[in-house]
């Protein structure tokens, strides 16, 4: 059996050359964030990312993890203009009812008539704002839990700075680590056209 010589430095150069390039663009990219933001951005919190980026991993599993959001947000989306229409045509019933109720009403019930479909309007109009506002409820569950995931999937992936938070200081950071991720990845996939 035949072997064949492996050459590792050349290996260990080249990534060696794309980590310098990945730290190299990240330090450009992280002087277009607040201040405030490039401070809590260290060298050796640049360089972990750059690591974490050198096989493109990272960015498979963040286009992944994006795919999956635009996907819930569109059905969240969906389900709620859903819900609206359905809001929209019990009122039209409603209201189509109560003329249709006017026509046919004998004038000395009219008072009365007109006072119960004020009830029955109000009635409908409590139990719409209740179910928009259940649907609203739901709708902030399912993204808060994306963002759980979110963190999670990319703390496993060992991306530096995520880990599951629900601290808006946090978020923010953890936002912007991702435009960054996403502008290099937009950058890197530019250069290869």
Known sequence: MESYPIDIDSDSTKLQERHYYLL??????VKE????????LSYNTLGDLALALIDGTVYEIVKGLLDIQHLTE???YNQRQKLHCEHQALKQD???????ALQSCKSHN???????QQAELETLEVRVREEQRM??????????????????????AGVPG????????????QMNLLELILKLQQKESQSQL
């Open 24 to 29: 190299s663009e990240l330090q450009t990219l």
């Open 33 to 40: 964030l607040p201040s405030s933001f490039q401070q809590r």
């Open 74 to 76: 569109k059905n969240l």
């Open 94 to 100: 409603l209201l189509r009812k109560h003329k249709d």
């Open 110 to 116: 009219l008072a009365l008539l007109k006072s119960n």
């Open 135 to 156: 649907m609203d409820k739901k709708i902030v569950a399912e993204m808060d839990q994306k963002v759980i995931d979110q963190q999670n999937t990319l703390e496993k």
């Open 162 to 173: 995520f880990f599951v938070t629900t601290n808006p200081q946090e978020l923010t950071m």
